[in-house]
């Protein structure tokens, strides 16, 4: 009912009379005002007048699901959304979903992480409104080793919605860190659930900043609105990514990953440097030459032989 | 309490006395005769005489956890059991515990399954008392790309146990059946839940059929007691299974696939052979040529070149 209501607000500059809303949605005046209140209770500013009736001031950058869902056009993505002010990881929620068949789109996305999770068990810092912090439960056919594409779909897709929504330039470091003037913006995690030919479902998480400011970020990291002169829609930021992520994921499942390894290579920043690839086995230096269809990174030892990584950390060398 | 009792039973030869089993464990006479009162509805032939005592005269062919354990000298496997007379399928208990943290070596194990899986989200038969119908939950610390290596270590032993406690030549077709004269008498499942650097957790799903007699078979299928003279001991395959697994497990992780690559080689009935690959892309005939390190299986094709697949179901050719 909140979506709708604010639809009739949205719709109108100026003040919409109550009278039409109730009428048109088939609730009381006093349900409505009820409505209302529940919004101002989340931090909308509505302004109220006798005889003119409603009118929305302002809108907190909340990702409520009746703000991200009346914005998409998608057929996939997001058409359930679970949101949570609060929780452990939406990595974790979204597991327990998916295991319990939640349907392939489902997203589950949160204000703030209290157990933000990153790579390789790491940590992600997760203040409250000022990052975007979510996952997505994808159910693609394909065989587990494929599904690194699906990584290198979402930091794609990112860059993408990072570029048209704010103008920003943002780069990918190999496999998944998301880079705005070579310092960490963000990252994509990717878990999956398969047998040996098939993949269950796979997770996608996203972990982006966005409003932070120093204080809350790591040493080193920066945000989008590090870069603005203006505070951004988190917003507009989590719907045009669900955007992109549904038009690559559509794409990807009619004719195969080529075109993502190719926007992946004009976003990334790695192929052509020095590198220092750091798994858990070994450590190589050499030059980043490419990735291949698999998503590892081809690199050439310093004997000349050519390397491939599927997992590991990489420093980009001077 | 009941594995205590029946040790004290299975050690002697003859009648136990009941006073000596209540002192040594420290319960009372009525205690010791309520646990023997259970052990007999659970199947066990136990005599009792005055002034004697208890002797086991027979024990059922039952798969539980104070049988097995008591057999085992593991370090890993199946320090926990979960035991089931019956259940859906012993993935899906597996699966739960497997993400509520169990530890490494967690054994579920069924007497019977309603909804047992094979791959490809495929039945696997799984009558009452005839077969075996286990999971392992294992945490090595691999990328999922890995995580083959672990399918073929399962089949290896499997064969290694059914060689050892029937002398039966059981053999391998890729990837993971387990053939005996050619007709299906088991199979191996693996599900693996990762991120793309890193293995959460994998469980290693085992049916086999053991006492099945013709009509608790799948046309085309044979179970081990086909091609024995007397009913096996479904206890003693798995309990062999669960040793050969630990051993090769263990030496796996200290010396990586190689030496299971060997086995399975040996025990395989695949390679040399004339076959036809089926994967959800595409159909290819040609020779099996080898398996390579990911178990990924090597194909000659009609025109020479070399195809590797890593997935499908292969049909054997005249």
Not at 114 to 140: A, E, M, N, Q
Not at 253 to 264: D, F, H, P, V, Y
Not at 311 to 316: C, N, Q, R, T
């Amino acid at each position: 009912m909140l979506d709708r209501i604010l639809e009739f607000l949205y719709k109108k500059e100026g003040y919409v009379s109550g009278e039409d809303i109730s009428r048109q949605l088939g609730i009381t005046r006093q349900a409505l005002w009820k409505h209302i209140h529940e919004l101002k209770d989340l931090g909308y500013d509505i302004a109220a007048l006798p005889h003119q009736g409603y009118r929305v001031i302002a809108s907190p950058d909340r990702l409520f699901p009746f703000e991200i869902q009346p914005r998409l056009n998608t057929r996939i993505m997001a058409r359930k959304i679970l949101y949570f002010e609060a929780l452990s990881s939406t990595m974790e929620i979204a597991l327990k979903h998916a295991i319990a068949h939640a349907p392939e789109g489902t997203l589950v996305v949160a204000e703030s992480q209290t157990k933000g999770k990153g790579r390789l068990g790491r940590d992600w810092f997760s203040p409250k409104y000022k990052g975007i912090y979510l996952s997505l439960i994808l159910r693609p056919e394909i065989a587990p080793r494929e599904a690194s594409i699906l990584t290198l779909l979402a930091a794609v897709s990112i860059c993408e919605a990072v570029k048209s929504t704010t103008g920003i330039d943002a780069q990918i470091k190999w496999p998944n860190d998301i880079l705005i003037h070579n310092k960490k913006a963000g990252g994509i995690l990717t878990e999956l659930s398969a047998e040996m030919d098939k993949v269950f479902f796979i997770i996608i998480g996203m972990g982006l900043n966005v409003n932070n400011d120093k204080r809350s970020l790591y040493p080193g990291s920066t945000s989008l609105c590090e870069h603005m002169k203006e505070g951004i829609s988190r917003l507009d930021v989590v719907c045009e990514s669900l955007r992109r992520i549904e038009d690559n994921y559509l794409f990807f499942k009619r004719n195969g990953g080529q075109r993502i390894l190719e926007s992946w290579r004009n976003f990334n920043v790695t192929l052509g440097r020095r590198v220092r690839v750091v798994s858990h086995r070994e450590q190589v230096e050499g030059e980043a030459v490419d990735i291949d269809s698999d998503g590892g990174l081809l690199v050439r030892g310093d004997s000349g032989l050519l390397d491939k990584f599927l997992a590991g950390d990489i420093v980009h060398c001077r």
